[in-house]
């Protein structure tokens, strides 16, 4: 009998998702509807933020906020090296220059003394990430954005339902407590899904205005934001050069449902997450990042790394064999061509990046995974690594 494959992440759908998106198909709206509010107000009540502005994914919501937060021709946007390429992209689409700050190698986010060294006075947007769901240092973030008028804006793609504590207090990422603006992503490998859906949050009344404006063309109908006030009530105004990046309400049904499910979700990443740092312990073989005490991770992802970078190829290609979908995160935004091609990055620009991505490998982890599948992870992982030394 052929092994089941084991992902690297795997949605949860539940009978309740699916009968709350039949019953949205059977309402009078499919996009546009009463669903699309509801779901941002449960998003806004989790994370404590005020606002919230569902869009057509992540990418979408990285986009948005970057024009919201008035990022042009001429500015600089600085986010990590290590993480998907739409947190860098989102800048150079509003005709900005994506600068990249080394990350940290103890929590392979970005380092804020690097972004200290990077910030000029074109800077207009630092994006940190927090990147597989552990919390960034937002307060010594926000303190250096502030010095300078910067906006922060959060891509919490990976950390939907962490949390930090800081000045005695526990808060949620997404609460956007030291930043401008936050995006999530419910692709379905994230914690939530949408099918495709992101969301922008923000406690700023303006920000929220201008990103419900970009979501649809740039257009508004808000009788307290048109400039003339002389037309009918069939009147609207395109004050922007938008897009379309609606969200549908059946999405958003199902958006609804997953975020009740999402503490369970999290509790069962974590205990997963526990119970691979228990199974690994014991070898010499591979490094671990560290959960410091002052945060508590959702776990978007698993990351290890090779002591012995130079078996990866052959343990991944091992693993895959054995039906285990290990994947690496990420190939470091400075080397894809385009990047080189267009912004002139070179290989060794990011040491730490391009150290921890030489090494790197993700394991599976997802809510429907099993104690018995990460045993089976493990046990695979430690012989393709004995194999290959
Ligand atoms: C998934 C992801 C995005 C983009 O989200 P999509 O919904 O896939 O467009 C952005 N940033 C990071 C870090 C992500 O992991």
Not at 283 to 312: A, C, G, W
Request: aromatic share 10%; charged share 25%; net charge positive.
């Amino acid at each position: 009998m052929k092994k089941k494959f084991i992902p690297y992440g795997h949605q949860w759908i539940g009978q309740d998702d699916i009968k709350a998106v039949v019953k949205a198909l059977k309402s009078d709206w499919l996009t546009q509807g009463p669903l699309i509010k509801a779901f941002e107000d449960a998003v806004c009540k989790y994370t404590g933020a005020k606002y919230a502005v569902a869009v057509a994914n992540g990418t979408a919501a990285l986009h948005v906020a970057c024009l919201a937060a008035g990022l042009g021709r001429g500015d600089e946007g600085i986010t990590s090296p290590i993480t998907f390429v739409a947190s860098a992209n989102c800048m150079a689409l509003c005709g900005a220059r994506p600068v990249l700050a080394d990350i940290d190698p103890d929590t392979l986010n970005i380092d804020p003394g690097e972004v200290e060294k990077k910030v000029t006075e074109r800077t207009k947007v630092l994006i940190p990430v927090h990147f597989t769901g552990r919390p960034c240092d937002m307060e010594r973030i926000s303190l250096i954005a502030k010095k300078r008028n910067i906006k922060v804006i959060e891509d919490a793609a990976h950390a939907l339902g962490s949390q930090y504590r800081s000045g005695g207090r526990w808060m949620k990422v997404g609460s956007c407590e030291y930043s401008d603006m936050a995006i999530l992503s419910f692709h379905p490998v994230k914690h939530i899904t949408t099918g495709e859906g992101g969301m922008v949050l923000t406690n700023n009344k303006e920000y929220y205005e201008q990103l419900m404006i970009y979501r649809t063309h740039g257009i508004t109908k808000s009788q307290d934001l048109l400039r003339n006030t002389d037309e009918g009530e069939w009147y609207y105004e395109m004050q922007k050069l938008g897009l379309n990046y609606r969200i549908t309400d059946f999405q958003c049904a199902l958006g609804i449902e997953q975020l009740k499910k999402l503490e369970r979700f999290v509790a069962k990443r974590r205990e997963l997450v526990k119970l691979y740092g228990d199974l690994l312990a014991g070898s010499d073989k591979f490094t671990l990042v560290k959960e410091p005490q002052d945060t508590r991770s959702s776990y978007h992802l698993f990351v290890i790394m090779l002591k012995n970078p130079d078996i990866r190829k052959q343990v991944y290609r091992e693993m895959r064999s054995k039906g285990i979908g290990l994947q690496v995160h990420y190939v470091p935004v400075h080397l894809h061509p385009y990047y080189t091609d267009t912004f002139g990055y070179r290989h060794g620009d990011y040491p730490n990046a391009e150290k921890y991505y030489r090494a790197a490998l993700t394991l599976p982890l997802f809510p429907a995974m099993t104690r018995k599948d990460a045993e089976y992870v493990v046990k695979t992982l430690n012989t393709a690594v004995k194999k290959h030394e």
